[in-house]
C-alpha cells in the first residue's frame, strides 16, 4: 500500500475518533480535530503524489465534506447558540454590520467555482 493509502487509511480512523469524541461537550475541540484531518485530506494528494484523477479528486471531495460536516452544518465550536440562531445582520457585540450574506454569497460562488475548477485542473 503506497503512502497516500496508509495516510487516507489513518485519516478515517482519525476522523471516526474525533466523530465519536464530539459527541461529548467535553471534547469540544474534537470539531477542530476533525476539521484538521479534513484540511489535511485536502492536501495529502500533493504531499504523496496521488496516482490518478480519480484518487486526487476523491480526497479533496473527503476533506471538503469533512469541514463542513464538522463545522459549518453543526453550531461552530465556540459560539453560543444564540449568536448563531440570530436573525439580524448584526454579529453579537457590534453596533454595524461589516457585510450581509447577500455581499458574501457572489464570494462564496466565486471561491466554490475555483474550487471546482482547480480539481479539473489536477484531473488534466
Known amino acids: 500500500m503506497a503512502w497516500l493509502g496508509w495516510s487516507d487509511l ?3 480512523t482519525l476522523i471516526m475518533l474525533f466523530g465519536a469524541l464530539s459527541l461529548s461537550p467535553r471534547f469540544s475541540w474534537a470539531q477542530w480535530g476533525n476539521a484538521a484531518v479534513g484540511f489535511w485530506l485536502l492536501f495529502a494528494p ?6 490518478s484523477a480519480a484518487v486526487y479528486n ?14 459549518l452544518v453543526p453550531m ?11 436573525e439580524s445582520n ?4 457590534w453596533t454595524y454590520s461589516p457585510s450581509t450574506y ?4 457572489p464570494i462564496m460562488a466565486l471561491a466554490f467555482i475555483g474550487f471546482v475548477i482547480a480539481r479539473q485542473l489536477a484531473a488534466y
Open 46 to 51: 500533493l504531499v504523496f503524489w496521488a496516482p
Open 102 to 105: 447577500l455581499q458574501r454569497l
Open 10 to 12: 489513518a485519516s478515517g
Open 90 to 93: 448584526v454579529p453579537v457585540g
Open 58 to 71: 476523491n480526497d479533496r471531495l473527503v476533506g471538503a465534506l469533512v469541514i463542513a460536516f464538522a463545522i
Open 76 to 86: 461552530m465550536p465556540g459560539m453560543s447558540m444564540e449568536s448563531m440562531m440570530d
